[in-house]
């Protein structure tokens, strides 16, 4: 067994890639341990392990702790499913994914659907992805294994309600004792409808995280997109070595049993932030990601990047890129694919704008192109890599997390204040820009503004805010910017409510901060017309 280092030596401390730090930590967890533990590589099916083994006795209660399976048995029947979460695949309109976690090892994972709860007649089977992390260099924190379960549905009705339970060998959700676990989720509508959406990002597991996520479920929300900074089980996201000292696996599991409130019923639809680059599971730290979420797979590079997708839903195509690859502050996965990620944004945004149909296109990622917090501020690789893509094709919602606060930007193309949006206002991406939203007061700690607060009902203009962006290989370059239009430094998330054109009218997305308390701190609206 490796004898735990005080500390990260003088090389550690300086900059290290994603893949190097994996290769370090791989090359320090003694071999013993791994064999010990399963080893098993994220995202496959460890279906000797799983399918085939026992597992040790626990509570029959859901355990919130996973425990590493032993070779004793324990009924199928006590051990419950947790952590349902929702994903769309490709096509919202017939393409689901289900994802679950189980405590300990089931045999027979599967999930059943109908279109009555009392008639779950299709059952389909699950793949299990199991994930083992060991005691990571400098951590005091026991190996954990946890098994992850997903359905891939297809073929589905679009605008149709289906009803779903997740079981295995020994719980089935058709017998009463299991039916009160029973779900339910909507596919996207064969033609443009009205339809809500919420987002955020940078949420871990808080009261302020839980007071968010039932705010959001009362909006009855068509789809959530979670802008990253998941669950925060890499409390540090520096993206360095010295990260896997506090890194912490079972944080996911209390997220996930957070979440599941909202995902069980609402896909939740997350991308990657810097703290959610885990360097133990693969070269790009990107592992874990892959076991625990199926995101939509046609994506970019949906096998190395699982936070590059995107999807239509109704008249509004959603974008999600990967931040950490284009981010000059956090810089461990920076050029991760060679520039392929742009090109492929600029070739998606063109075939959007062109498609029949698609009125909106709204862009979700990490880091910030636009934020004057005194912590992260704006992130100068998104601003030189992405933000002339959006202006190419004039993209009519750009939302971001990274920065614990709401902040909103008046309309900007160039850098510049193109066209003022206060509070309440309505805008024109065709003609007068792109207004930028940081959505990160989900849950964690929050951050504070060089300026006052000024939101709706507590309006405190200010013209001018001294604020910087990121520069590349480092340090920060000052800025002074005028586009700081909407602060609250407070927990809170956006819903925007799309209305597709009636009657020759322009389709309109409506844009609302909610703060956790259920008030509205600020409001505007993009309009369009319709393509
Ligand atoms: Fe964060
Ligand atoms: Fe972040």
Known sequence: MDTPQMGID??????????????YLRSKVSRRRAVLGGLT????????????????????SPSLLTRPATDHGVSGALVAPFGRHLQFGSDPKTQFTISWQVPLAV?????????????????????????????????????????YLHARLGGLRPGTTYYYGVGHDGFDPADSAAFATIGSFTTAPAHSE?????????????????ANDALILGRNPAFHLHAGDICYADPDGSGQASDSADYDARTWDQF????????????????????????????????????RWTLPGDGFASRTQPGAYSFVYGNTAVVALDANDVSY???????????????????????YRKQRGIDFLVVFFHHCAYSTTNSHASDGGVQ????????????????????????????????????????????????DGTVYITAGGAGRSLYNFPAPDSYEGHENRVDTVTTWHSAKGGGKVTDLVHWSRVRYTGYSFISVDVEPARAGRESTLTVSAIAETGERIDHFTVARRAN
């Open 384 to 431: 030189a890599e992405w933000v002339p893509v959006f202006e190419k094709y004039q993209v009519d919602l750009v939302i971001n997390g990274h920065n614990h606060v709401y902040e909103r930007t008046d309309a900007i193309r160039g850098g510049q204040v193109s066209h003022q949006v206060a509070i309440g206002d309505t805008t024109r991406p065709a003609t």
């Open 329 to 351: 502050e956090i810089p461990a996965n920076y050029g991760l694919s060679g520039g392929g990620q742009t090109a492929w944004l600029d070739r998606t945004l063109a075939a």
């Open 107 to 147: 045999r027979k994972p599967f999930v059943r659907i109908g279109l009555q709860p009392w008639s779950l007649s299709h059952k389909i089977d699950a793949e299990v992805r199991e994930l083992h992390t060991p005691q990571l260099l400098n951590s005091k924190l026991p190996p954990v294994d946890q098994y």
């Open 10 to 23: 003088a090389r550690l401390a300086g900059r290290m890639s994603m893949a190097e730090q994996h290769e």
């Open 194 to 210: 009205r339809f809500t959406f919420t987002a955020f990002g940078d949420q871990g597991v808080s009261y302020h995280a839980l």
């Open 256 to 291: 996930l049993a957070q979440t599941e409130s909202v995902a069980a019923r609402v896909p939740w639809m997350v991308t990657t932030g810097n703290h959610d680059m885990e360097a133990w599971y693969s070269p790009n730290g990107y592992g874990g990601q892959q076991a």
């Open 41 to 60: 590589a994220a995202g496959t099916v460890a279906a000797s392990g799983l399918l085939g083994g026992t597992a040790h006795a626990a509570a029959p």
